[in-house]
């Protein structure tokens, strides 16, 4: 009766530890589960950091480019200073065009005569190898014209008066437009009343093709010039270059520009 009693539970038993086998590797098996669903969360953490970190650097570039571009905006529509003409230009555009429209001399508004271009000359010769006195006389030259002037130098070698062949000889000024106008204007009503013993300028200083051609024989009588500062009195040629096509025609001009001319 013992044995038969020992050799069931001995049967009995070993199907409770296959049980628990079962039951081990289900829960191994369970667990290995448990740890790789904790690893795809692990790896989906990292993925998410970097599109925060993404969507935090967007906003921190939008701010500098637009920085960056506002004062280029600001500078593009700053307005461009305009200068305005000259007392002299007025009076020609406002009086002497509606002079000859009026007097039916011409038909046309362009076919009026006009002055294109101002040619100042002042001989240097005297101070061609004195580097400070010529620098001084091309500054007088520009405080007069308001305009920097260009050295003319010498075509050819001339052995008489020491001369090379492209020394610096003397300078000029061409003006045009609104600096033209101007230095008219202070010539006329300026520097020509300061001559002494001032009775006009002559009629019969044009070329034949309606220029006009006048000499200063002082730089002084420009109130731009200081007498403290002038180390030689120099004088210069002034040259009107009108498009008139006779002499009369660029008398009548000059003329009504206010040009003091002597009867005689």
Do not use: C
């Not at 106008?181 to 002494?196: H, N, Q, T, W």
């Not at 180390?231 to 096509?245: L, N, Q």
């Amino acid at each position: 009766m013992a044995t038969t009693i020992k050799t069931p539970t001995a049967k009995a038993a070993k199907p409770a530890a296959e049980s628990a086998d079962k039951t081990k590797s289900k829960t191994a098996s369970g667990g290995t589960a448990a740890k790789s669903a904790p690893a795809t969360k692990a790896v989906a953490k990292p993925a998410a950091a970097k599109t925060e970190v993404k969507t935090a650097a967007k906003p921190a570039a939008k701010p500098a480019v637009k920085v960056a571009a506002k004062p280029a905006i600001a500078k593009a529509k700053k307005p461009t200073t305009v200068s305005k003409k000259s007392r002299l230009h007025d009076y020609y555009l406002n009086v002497v065009i509606p002079h000859y429209i009026k007097e039916k001399t011409y038909g046309n508004v362009m076919e009026v005569p006009k002055i294109s271009k101002i040619v100042l000359n002042m001989g240097l010769g005297p101070v061609k190898d004195n580097s400070k006195s010529f620098n001084l006389a091309l500054e007088e030259l520009a405080q007069i014209t308001g305009q920097t002037p260009v050295a003319t130098l010498a075509k050819k070698s001339i052995s008489n008066f020491k001369i090379r062949d492209g020394q610096k000889i003397g300078a000029k000024v061409t003006l045009r437009g609104e600096v033209m106008y101007e230095f008219l204007d202070r010539l006329i009503s300026i520097a020509l009343p300061r001559v002494r013993d001032f009775k006009g300028i002559s009629k019969k200083a044009f070329d034949g093709r309606g220029n006009y051609a006048l000499g200063i024989k002082e730089q002084l009588v420009f109130p731009e010039i200081s007498y403290e500062k002038v180390e030689h009195i120099r004088g210069f040629d002034v040259i009107i270059v009108t498009t008139a096509k006779t002499d009369k025609e660029a008398l009548t001009l000059l003329t009504l520009m206010g040009l003091p001319f002597r009867e005689r």
